[in-house]
């Protein structure tokens, strides 16, 4: 249990801590049995005083990574770098801050370098740091079956799919 509690932490951080300042989330007797977070500059805090982008993305890696644990436990601390799959997020820049929303993709791809993640958003943000080839627009005909395009030229925020691959 400890090797997966250090593979969750480590796949935290490697999502939150150059993007955010945000490191080492820990159980906290002194905070009233909580989950708190750590930062250079603003000390310990709950984690459910942080914003609701940042519980989400470290909910959501916190549950890829512990999965990734689950299904290979003889990878131990590494099985969040080691475990192949593909993971499908809906709206992954939900709640982010604009700057995040630049900096999602990589930091997943950091964080789990051989799981491919398909992703939906909205966001313009997201869809300016990947390469035009690894995006989709996601249309229906006139009849409701579902067009999956490369878009021509640069995207724009409507409905896309972003494969992403390291």
């Not at 436990?73 to 604009?98: C, N, S, W, Y």
């Amino acid at each position: 249990m400890k090797e997966a509690i250090q593979a969750i932490q480590q796949t935290i951080n490697c999502l939150t801590k150059d993007v955010t300042g945000w490191r080492d989330l820990e159980y906290s007797s002194s905070h009233n049995q909580q989950l708190v977070m750590n930062h250079p500059q603003h000390g310990k805090i709950p984690l459910a005083q942080l914003s609701d982008g940042l519980r989400n993305a470290v909910a959501m890696v916190a549950d890829i990574a512990f999965r990734c644990v689950k299904l290979n436990p003889h990878l131990r601390d590494e099985a969040a770098l080691k475990t192949q799959g593909i993971v499908l997020i809906d709206e992954v820049d939900m709640f982010l801050h604009p700057a995040w929303q630049q900096q999602i993709i990589q930091s997943l791809r950091s964080a789990f370098p051989l799981i491919q993640f398909i992703v939906t958003t909205h966001s313009p943000q997201v869809i300016s740091t990947v390469k035009r080839e690894s995006v989709r627009l996601l249309e229906q005909d006139e009849k409701g079956n579902g067009l999956a395009s490369i878009p021509p030229g640069r995207p724009t925020a409507s409905q896309v799919m972003m494969y992403c691959t390291a």
